[in-house]
């Protein structure tokens, strides 16, 4: 099975590229010879503690987010030391070794 992680950095506030890679996700989630896994950082990390109204396409982005969480994929937030987390969507917090780990384990990481 192909390990693929994708890294959400870009900021959803001011981006269409969050809602894009959540997207992707979702698509390459559906395949049974992927294992797929999503880690917010950077911009996006922060953002995450705004309201899902203050992102660009946040319907489609939090639809995306809320199908992965039900199919179980892993949704990692590397945590910056702010709040984030959308009140309805639980995201596992990670520090920044965690984070660089999981980036050395995956076979495929995917930046957006």
């Known amino acids: 099975m192909k390990e693929i992680l994708i890294v959400i950095g870009s900021d959803p506030r001011t981006s269409p590229r969050p809602a894009e890679a959540v997207r992707v996700a979702d698509g390459l989630s559906q395949s049974e010879e992927l294992q797929v896994s999503l880690l917010i950082d950077g911009p996006a990390a922060a953002a995450f503690s705004a309201s ?46 965690q984070a660089a780990e999981l980036r050395h384990a995956t076979s495929v990481v995917i930046d957006f």
């Open 52 to 97: 899902e109204r203050e992102w660009v396409e946040g319907q489609l982005l939090l639809k995306h987010l809320m199908a992965l969480r039900q199919r179980r994929i892993p949704l990692y937030l590397h945590d910056h030391g702010t709040p984030g987390m959308v009140e309805h969507l639980p995201l596992e917090s990670i520090d920044a070794r």
